[in-house]
């Protein structure tokens, strides 16, 4: 996509965002955070498809060492194109402690592709159509039909998911240790909260 349609369709975004600040408590009673893993409990394993069609399975990634795992909602949403470039820059410091990280988005892989190229990203993007392993980690949440609306007159939502189930995740931060049991979790219903990655590095660093 021309560079002067990306940045059109960002404006674009920005604005629905600026109108979602007076429609957000249609959705916050959706979204509950309680529901989702916390600290102590396993994490369900899953295949998943990455940004070139490729399987990725958690349970093989983790036989080389504890995964950074953050779900997000879209690349159409700014707070998510902010969070993955400043995980891209914490990168390093992941390897450095024998990490890897893994973005999960409920984007179909044509998206997610469109994602990882123009962050230039450089670690897995997965797809998780229909929200099947979000739901596993009890992160997924309905649209209000107000803003299900909203965001797909203006954005076309189920054409970047593949769905018009109008659902999306949580935006969320693990860590899950070789044994698959989760270490540090974020989840927060606002969608303007991510993770730091400073405390994603520091909680790494207590792994050891």
Request: hydrophobic fraction near 40%; charge should be positive; aromatic fraction near 8%.
């Amino acid at each position: 996509m021309p560079n002067q349609l990306i940045k059109k369709k960002m404006r674009t975004v920005k604005s629905i965002i600026a109108v979602s600040f007076m429609l957000i408590g249609l959705n916050v009673s959706a979204q509950n955070p309680e529901k989702a893993l916390k600290v102590g409990e396993k994490a369900p394993m899953f295949e998943l498809t990455n940004s070139v069609n490729k399987n990725v399975s958690l349970e093989k990634l983790l036989k080389k060492g504890p995964i950074v795992l953050v779900w997000y909602r879209g690349g159409w949403c700014p707070y998510c194109n902010l969070a993955l470039n400043n995980l891209q820059e914490a990168l390093p410091q992941i390897k450095k402690l024998k990490a890897q990280l893994v973005a999960i988005t409920p984007e179909v892989p044509d998206s997610s592709f469109t994602t990882k190229e123009r962050n230039n990203l450089k670690f897995e993007v997965l797809s998780d159509i229909n929200n099947q392993v979000g739901r596993k980690y009890g992160l997924v949440y309905k649209l209000s039909p107000d803003v299900e609306k909203m965001y797909e007159s203006k954005i076309g939502l189920s054409k970047y998911n593949g769905n018009k189930s109008a659902e999306l995740p949580m935006p969320a931060t693990y860590i899950i240790d070789k044994e698959g049991v989760i270490r540090y979790a974020f989840v927060d219903a606002d969608y303007k909260k991510r993770a730091d990655p400073n405390e994603v590095i520091k909680a790494l660093r207590e792994l050891k």
